[in-house]
């Protein structure tokens, strides 16, 4: 007989459909088999900007305590959601392999980052996104927005809401020439038609963490037995070391999910690279700097500490409000 373990989840549709696929790898081999979660978060419900409403990590916090609770065995989030401390009682047990890293305009009238219009209005509910977009073009309308995808979408001049599953941020429609979302979000919901230009790290390095998931659960549940087993095959190894690269400079700035921060790691002919950007949230200065490191779990952690110490005396923390 398969063992039955529980997967929490937050409500949207881009959650569900994670958390959906990361519990059908793990019950692929048929000995598990699964039932879904959700709980309701506060990012959810509470309307205003996520940086002050403490920063995405609002989205896991409801999520940590119905596993500490033992209302669900295991949890899936958006490792970019998660904030750096890793709390007691609570372990990453696998990081399946990443996904599209870059961030995806959707614009009006299949329109470029180049080829909007000056004065144009783009929404984002990113500080990070928003000051990369201001660096590129100075000239645009950057205005923060909160919702669901479909939510966000649906504010696109032209563009029909293609999931609406609730949530804040509902209230307007078509009344913004562009959007900036993730492309993972977007491929993972199917949507990826929406896209009209993929934003190479080059112009906006995604947030650290982009593009991958992180499934959570207690020490004892990752120790032993099936689910274990399962959760220690889905755990890509080069995602691990990039994203403990990345979160382990954004931890030694001191910076939550909400800064102006971006970076990112790649495995590069056998060596670790990371590469990170500041701004300020003008998008007027940015310090963008870069790093090699060794391909291994202490290496990827140290290279975190190493090129945030490089940003730091560069002025990032100046430069970002950091601290």
Known sequence: ?????????????LAVTQTTTVAE??????????SIVRVKTEGDVTSG?????????????????????GECDVAVHSLKDLPTAQPEGLVIAATP?????????????????????????VGTGSPRRAAQLRAARPDLNVVDIR???????????????????????????????????????????????????????????PAPGQGSLAVECRPETAASGDLAAELARLDDAPT??????????????EAGCSAPIGALARLVDGALTLE????????????????????????????????????LAGGAAELAGLG
């Open 49 to 69: 900007p996520l940086s002050q409403l403490g920063g995405t990590g609002v989205f896991a916090a409801a999520l940590r305590h119905a596993l500490l609770r």
């Open 276 to 311: 990170a950007a500041v701004c300020s949230p003008d998008g007027t200065r940015t310090l963008r700097l870069a790093r090699i490191g060794e391909p291994t779990a202490a290496g990827a952690a140290a290279l975190g500490r190493e090129l945030a110490e490089d940003l």
């Open 1 to 13: 007989m398969s063992t039955a373990f529980r997967v929490g989840t937050r409500g949207s549709a």
């Open 147 to 205: 919702g669901n995808v479909g939510t966000r979408l649906g504010r696109v001049a032209g563009k029909d809401r293609p999931v609406d599953d609730g949530g804040v941020g509902r209230g307007r429609t078509g009344d913004l020439d562009a959007v900036v979302l993730a492309a993972a979000g977007l491929r993972r919901l199917g949507l990826a038609g929406h896209v009209t230009e993929y934003l190479d790290p080059s112009v906006m390095l």
């Open 97 to 121: 392999a990443r996904a599209d890293v870059r961030d995806a305009l959707c614009a009006r009238d299949g329109l470029t980052l180049d080829g909007l219009p000056r004065g144009a209005t």
């Open 25 to 34: 790898a793990l019950a692929a081999s048929g000995s598990l088999r699964y």
């Open 240 to 253: 691990r070391l990039a994203v403990t690269a990345e979160r382990s400079l954004l931890a030694r700035l």
